[in-house]
């Protein structure tokens, strides 16, 4: 996810980067050991969805996180005559299952359900609309416009379809660019790549000509996001509610392996995390160029490297020489979710697009809007700030088209199985190359322990 633009305070600069963490499920240990294998069921067609019976004007409870909780009050303040209960939760944040807890409780006792649910986690996703009652309702079914959903960026809505149907809102992307620091580039009288081979071919020259410097990590939670999906490597595709591929010796994983590969023996790509104490105090000032998510710019680059402004620019995503297309991947990004058990459909899913698609509310959020006229609004905002080097609103803007589809949300956390089984083999030191089986075995130990049939 993004970041607050710098003028905000730095207490909620860090709340801003805890809840960016968050969404990208770090360390998502939690959610990978908790979820509940029932869930992995076959989903209730939205054709049969029937609400509950409708009590118009009725209170409305909604489940938010600290950071998301301005934002209702704002929607509440502009809509006096809406009853809102406010409950603050932890987001799903962290790697916290808590949604999913809670909601399988409720359907045990038969009561207690939020009329709205905010999830910072992007997987949350894949079990809401699973089971005999699921949790979401299908907002494409006389709750949201269709005029409205077309609104969102192309993709951003792909984690919330199910059987044709839609059953959440976007709140925020996080899709992938290259961000680089100009002022080094400048200096070293390197171009900025356009191509992975550029790319691997610069990385090899740093580490020859300005050993120590960056232009990459491969210890972070999130790595196979940056770089397996941007190469379209089909390390979880989901093809129906319990059936996932998980294929990494595709030819398009194996190709980003053996560059990272490359770049991690030369020195110019980081085994450690840039969230790291020592890489922040050692490696930070350092780093001239890094794919990552937009939310790096004011989260890492500004508040956390604190790197003067007039230095870091963002370029578009990388592409590999032959493919047609630079796609990018995605880290982070919450949902919104109506209950099927609300008694008050209408103000509850007015509240979701109000949060969701509002200049009022998106354009000073913390994070770049999924909903396309907010993040024009929200861009403009951040070009006043004066941080970057350059304008980053044409390459977000093309990059949040970018995202490949083939990279399904699951109910297990990528993250958490990257960090429990590659990161330690590169700290060890086997390669990508050589730790590629034993990633795939633990992607689908843990897909199929969840019910998950795996191709």
Known sequence: MNSDVPATSRRQVRRVAGAALGAVSLLALAACGNADPAAAGASTSPATFKPV????GSQITVWADAARVPGVQAYQKAHPDVKIKIVTYSGDANGANDLQTKVRLFDRTGSGWPDVAFSANVNDGSWTTQGKTPFAAPVDRGLVPQSTLNG???????????????????????????????????????????????????GKKVAKEHPGYLVGTAGDAWSPEVYFWASQCPASTVADANKVKVDLQDAKCTRMAKLLDGLIAKGSVSKDTVFSAGFIKNQASKVLMLPGPS???????????????GQIAAASPL???????????????????????????????????????SNEYQATAGTYPAYKE?????LAGQKKTGYFAQDVSPVFQEAA???WPGWSATQY?????????VVPALNSGKTLTDTLGTWQTA?????????YTVN
């Open 319 to 357: 592409k590999f020489e032959g493919d047609t297309k630079n796609y990018t991947g995605n880290v982070g990004g919450g949902l919104w979710f109506v209950s099927s058990h609300s008694k008050n459909l209408k103000a509850s899913a007015d509240l979701v697009t109000w949060m969701t698609t």
């Open 152 to 202: 969102f960026a192309d993709g951003a809505l792909n984690p919330c379809k199910v059987n044709g149907a839609t059953y959440c809102l976007r709140n925020d992307l996080a899709q992938n660019v290259l961000w680089y620091n100009k002022k080094l580039l400048d200096k070293f009288g390197y171009s900025v790549p356009t191509t992975w081979e550029e790319y691997e071919a610069l």
């Open 53 to 56: 019976k409708q009590e118009e």
């Open 443 to 451: 992607i689908t130990d843990k897909a199929k322990s969840l019910g």
């Open 413 to 421: 956390s990528q993250e958490a199985i990257y960090s429990s089984t």
């Open 401 to 403: 088209e970018l995202i």
């Open 374 to 378: 907010a993040a024009v609004a929200w």
């Open 295 to 309: 939310w790096y710019g004011q989260v890492l680059f500004n508040s956390t490297f604190k790197i003067p402004k």
